[in-house]
């Protein structure tokens, strides 16, 4: 039960907070000054991670992404540990845990649990704009690892979709109790007509 009452005050926390606030503290020193303050403010800016999980007092992280239109998402994977809860601020998000599919439109939230297989993607003709909080956990760090990662690969002229780019983002991933099931990711693609 403490699970679920943590989750219940996450997200209030998280909505609350993210209503409005489109910044990234992670690069403004004077946030990070502030993070005992009984307010927090996040100045607008384009970065992905708004708020990390050591300005949370290692509470959650936040990140602000978008995905273009008919655009898959990373590939199917479960986490040992963290949850993840979603809200869409503009398109629609399609959602898949384990077996069951899900259109979160505009305005809606999600909840995926740990230990369920999800993914998500965006299979409108429109972008989807969404915020992903991630309680518990320093995901923060993993993500820039693995957005790094990516940067790497390309500029090696690495396909993102190889087993050689795999191998790698699983290295890190492993690290944070992720497995990937890179081969539903081209299942999804094909099945939804997307562009990975």
Known sequence: MERRKFIKNTTFFGSALLIGCNGNPSETESIKQNVNAD???IPPNDKRIKLSYEQTGDQLTTVELKLPPKMCGPAPHSHDELDEIVRVLSGTLTVMVEDSIVKIPEGGWHF??????????NEEDEPVHFIEIYPNQNFDVMLQRIWDLRNRLIKSGISLDSKAAWEKVDEIQKEWGIKMYHE?????????????
């Open 184 to 196: 539903r990711r081209k299942e999804i693609i094909d099945k939804y007509g997307l562009r990975g």
């Open 112 to 121: 995926r649990p740990r230990k369920k297989i999800h993914g998500f993607w």
């Open 39 to 41: 307010t927090l403010y």
